[in-house]
């Protein structure tokens, strides 16, 4: 029994979900109980989608159990063929209904209905939404994948590639298609499907007419292309084509496939430049904390360090399928990788060490909120603000620009820190009022509140104290002088600036906390 | 899957029941509102990661702060008997209350898979209460999908404080209030009962666990909210008397509650009607604005919450609505004779649901406003329907004088949205 206040992420069907609701022709009927059509929401709420995701619920009730579940499985495919007269069927079940053992792939093939039936177990005990999602895809590839098709490339000249991976749902899965589509179209590379999103069931079909495969989404679709590799001779990308680094590694991956010498340097984009103008002097070794979908965070961490000149001090995910992703790269950073789905760890970490960037999912921008901490959404899981109206990829030459852009923006700017840490106490410019373009005052009552929390050996947040176990007593005391001289600190810095003291303190075995210990602190630690 | 056309006997009107796919909650989305309404009272759901999911998913980011309900997750070991899930589920407890002090009231919540399995969380909660006698009072309840729609949630969690309310100390007869209210809803029915004469006015839910409503013979209790036939049920059974009334929605529906509680504490009508007379001509002007905007228009309900027939009653009566189907997930005809009656005989009244179905009639009937939830709102907006989100009419305080104005416009604003946008 695990205890979850908050989840990344849902069940598994809620990732075959996302893989049905995706394409154009998938009718996916799901064995369960009233109540599991909340997940429609997240689709035409979330996402704004104008139509239901093609989903039937059986909506068995109590009286139903042990009678006739199965007979009203059966009902419900034959209803949602006539009514909806699919490209395929899905069939799974959800957590309730893998109790009942009615075998719904089974029932549904025994009903010999004129359409391609795809069965799909959905252990929703073990797994999680992505995997739900990428053992969808898989399943659906395997299926109905024709073998009598030949290459494009035989007829046109061209080298041809399938874009696997964005399902409905995704961290902007819709503009990185594009982005990526017109960097293939743009190397003379013909785009044979984008699959699952968009993709009908007879297009899903012709994935083998391709010569090779771009995995944009590993966590989707990487157990799909490992398939294809081997029964359709098909290679497939490894890189995760994010920032400016991420894009041109893809395009050698793409050129050592193909082929022929793709230039690197017809990539046009913005992003290196303004990240080497001495403007962006300011953002070096800014301190950052990434956390979110294995693979997204491993990829961002490494732009956060080499393409933007931030210090990565935490890295973490929380799902198992990426974490070899997120620990190899947190190898190479010199950091140690948090993996964990409790965001209660997370929350802990982070307060721990007060990074002055938080890049991460909707669940660390509410922690981030909480400690007074400026944070940029990089990955699932997805709230109506990751769906903005306007083109805004992350992948590609265009999305290298929205980082930038999104990462920088929340900091408190070069010249407004330099005049912040000089006048500490002028009664308009002062750290209390916030950073300048960012609204002023708003943000001042959550520092005072974050301040607090790592000030207070007594945290007013239930939650963080339990999981860290018993808050560490406090066998020293601060001197009125020095709190009023760590306010002089500017307040993007001052959180971590009291936890090194204190730290200091313990270590030095110093009760009484003096305006000389904060710099002695200072001077032993550095920044 | 399957219709029936049943005709009732005492209304003489014949009832549509469906079967089939249910857009609906179920009832552990009223831990949402229930576990803002008492305070120091939290919500244990037993279930799996769906459940948490739904929570999530439901609330939204309005109460990420510090929520006072969590799920503990069934996991494979727990099914596959290598983990007594007994056990579990008091270790489970145990990090909670050490980690959460101030929680008076635990409630642990069954779901769909913890009634599959069977696991008996009434006996776990009798276990658990004599753990942690005195500081924690434990109960239990079924929110599962399988047995409770949305609201039932709510029904079912105050049938299971009923049961240990201790009996009345005081010699006065009192009234008890029935229902969770949004706090300035309670507050302003607390003000108008007392001024009314009526001798002690009790709550349920408590706004704390240690306000727990007493209760015996003499309680008279009123339902504020139309699906609490449990809580109902079991309050008679501890001999409080139920008054009948129509649900305190709008001007009429507000004066007719509280003349059903004022009559049967034996208070003149005369003394009502002087309590009520400025607050409901408030009402009534506040309703004035929205009356040209809503005169005439049609609905269509989709089943959500069972407060769509005190809603169609309001609509149709106080602001001139016609309702062209109303659809509730379950018809207490009990508990809503009142405002059924004053439904006109041609409204087509459904009870279940099969959603393809319905919405095949939605489109026939072309409604001016559909009343729906958030799964088919934006489809249906697509198609070129006006809807209004029912989940708001739970979230929104909208019961007495005061919100009748509100509760009009929340059926206005989207009407008044189409005219005004030219894109």
């Known amino acids: 029994m695990q205890l979850a206040v908050w989840t990344y992420e849902g069940p598994p069907h809620v990732g075959a979900m996302r893989v049905a609701t995706a394409m154009t022709d998938v009718h996916f009927v799901m064995h369960a109980p009233q109540g599991d059509t909340y997940a429609d929401l ?52 959800s957590c309730t209904a893998e109790l009942l053992q009615d075998n719904p792939s089974g029932l549904a093939k025994g009903l010999n209905l004129p359409v391609p039936t795809v069965g799909v177990d959905l252990p929703a005990y073990q797994r999680k939404e ?36 964005p399902t409905a749902l995704g961290f902007r899965h819709r503009d990185d298609v594009k982005e990526l589509a017109k960097l293939m179209e743009d190397f003379g590379i013909d785009v044979n499907i984008v699959a699952p999103l968009n993709c009908s069931a007879a297009e899903l079909a012709t994935v083998g007419q391709a010569d090779f495969n771009i995995v944009l989404y590993p966590e989707v679709a990487e157990t799909a292309a490992r398939w294809l590799e081997r029964e359709f001779g098909q290679p497939f990308t490894k890189t995760v084509p994010l920032g400016i680094t991420g894009t041109r590694a893809l395009v050698r991956e793409v050129s050592d496939i193909v082929g022929r010498e793709l230039s690197e340097d017809d990539i046009a984009c913005n992003m290196p430049w303004w990240s080497r103008s001495i403007d962006s002097t300011y953002l070096t070794d800014k301190r950052v904390f990434v956390f979110g979908e294995g693979y997204r965070a491993a990829a961002a961490a490494k732009v956060a360090s080499s393409e933007l000149g931030f210090q990565v001090v935490g890295l973490g995910c929380y799902n198992r399928e990426g974490a070899r992703a997120v620990r190899e790269t947190a190898k190479e950073l010199g950091i140690e990788p948090l993996i964990t789905d409790d965001y209660l760890a997370v929350e802990e970490a982070l307060s721990e060490v007060q990074p002055e960037l938080v890049l991460g999912t909707q669940m660390e921008r509410h922690i981030a909120k909480r400690l007074g901490l400026p944070c940029t959404v990089i990955s699932s899981p997805v709230h109506v603000q990751d769906f903005p109206a306007g083109y805004s990829p992350q992948y590609g030459p265009e999305g290298a620009n929205q980082l930038f852009d999104t990462w920088v923006h929340p900091l408190v700017m070069g010249l407004e820190e330099h005049l912040l840490g000089m006048f500490r106490e002028d009664f308009e410019f002062n750290d209390d009022a916030g950073a300048s373009h960012l609204g002023g005052h708003g943000a001042r009552p959550q520092q005072a509140a974050a301040s607090e929390i790592v000030a207070n050996p007594q945290p007013t947040n239930h939650e963080t104290a339990t999981v860290s176990g018993e808050p560490e007593s406090a066998d020293f005391t601060w001197e009125a002088d020095a709190e009023k001289e760590l306010k002089k600190i500017p307040f993007f810095v001052r959180g971590k600036a009291r936890r090194n003291t204190e730290r200091y303190a313990v270590q030095h075995n110093v009760a009484q906390i003096t305006v000389e210990t904060l710099y002695e602190a200072k001077a032993h630690y550095g920044r | 899957m399957s219709t029936t056309l049943i005709s009732s006997p005492p209304a003489g009107r014949d009832i549509l029941r469906e079967r089939g796919q249910r857009e609906v909650f179920c009832g552990l989305t009223g831990i949402v509102w229930l576990h803002r309404s008492i305070q120091d009272a939290f919500f244990l759901i037993v279930g799996s990661r769906t459940c948490a999911h739904l929570m999530q998913s439901a609330a939204g980011v309005m109460i990420f702060a510090e929520p006072r309900f969590a799920t503990a997750i069934l996991e494979d070991k727990d099914l596959a008997g290598l983990a007594d899930p007994n056990d579990e589920l008091d270790k489970t407890v145990d990090r909670l209350l050490a980690r959460r002090p101030d929680i008076k009231l635990l409630f642990l919540v069954g779901s769909c898979p913890s009634e599959v399995i069977k696991l008996d969380l009434s006996k776990a909660a009798t276990r658990l209460s004599a753990r942690h006698n005195p500081n924690v009072r434990v109960l239990s309840y079924s929110g599962s999908g399988i047995e409770t729609t949305f609201t039932q949630g709510e029904d079912a969690c105050l049938a299971s404080m009923v049961e240990g309310l201790a009996t009345g100390t005081k010699p006065a007869a009192s009234l008890l209030v029935v229902g969770a209210l949004a706090d300035v809803v309670r507050d302003q029915f607390e003000r108008l009962l007392t001024k009314i004469g009526i001798p002690d006015v009790q ?70 009607n002087s309590v009520t007379e400025l607050p409901a001509a408030r009402g009534r002007k506040a309703l004035e604005r929205y009356r040209d905007k809503l005169k005439d228009k049609t609905v269509f309900f989709f089943p959500d919450s069972q407060l769509e027939i005190p ?68 489809p249906l907006e697509d198609e070129g329907f006006t809807t209004k989100w029912s989940i708001e009419l739970i979230f929104t305080p909208i019961q007495g004088y005061d919100q009748a104005g509100d509760l009009a416009e929340l059926f206005a604003r989207p009407l008044h949205r189409k005219t005004r946008l030219a894109v």
């Not at chain 1, 030949?150 to 080298?159: E, F, I, N, V």
């Not at chain 2, 666990?209 to 309680?219: F, Q, R, V, Y």
């Not at chain 2, 009566?317 to 109303?326: D, S």
């Not at chain 2, 018809?331 to 393809?356: F, M, N, P, R």
């Open chain 1, 42 to 93: 997240l689709f035409t709420m979330i996402e704004r989608r104008n139509k239901r995701p093609p989903v039937t619920y059986t909506t068995f009730e109590a009286r139903d159990l042990g009678s006739d579940t199965a007979e009203i499985f059966k009902d419900s495919v034959r209803d949602a063929y006539e009514r909806f007269k699919p490209g395929a069927l899905l069939i799974g079940e």
């Open chain 2, 203 to 272: 709550f349920l839910p408590p706004k704390n666990a240690s306000e727990m409503p007493n209760i015996d013979g003499d309680t008279q209790y009123i339902l504020a909210q139309p699906f609490l036939r449990d809580t109902s049920l079991a309050l008679e059974k501890r001999g409080a008397q139920h008054i009948a009334a129509s649900y305190p929605l709008g001007v009429d529906g507000t004066t007719a509650w509280l003349r059903a509680a004022a009559q049967a504490f034996d208070i003149h009508d005369s003394q009502v």
């Open chain 1, 130 to 165: 992505h995997w739900g999602a990428s053992e969808t895809f898989y399943q659906l590839v395997r299926h109905l994948a024709r073998r009598d098709l030949q290459k494009l490339s035989a007829d046109t000249g061209r080298p041809s590639c399938n874009l696997l991976g």
């Open chain 2, 311 to 378: 809603l169609a009653r309001f609509l149709t009566k106080e602001v001139g609505m016609t309702a062209l189907e109303v659809g509730t997930p379950y018809l207490h005809k009990d508990y809503l004779a009142d405002d059924l009656t004053q439904l006109s005989a041609e409204v087509v009244i459904s009870e279940g649901q099969d959603v393809e179905k319905q919405l095949d009639r939605c489109r026939e009937a072309k409604p001016d406003i559909t009343v729906c939830g958030l799964g088919l709102a934006n």
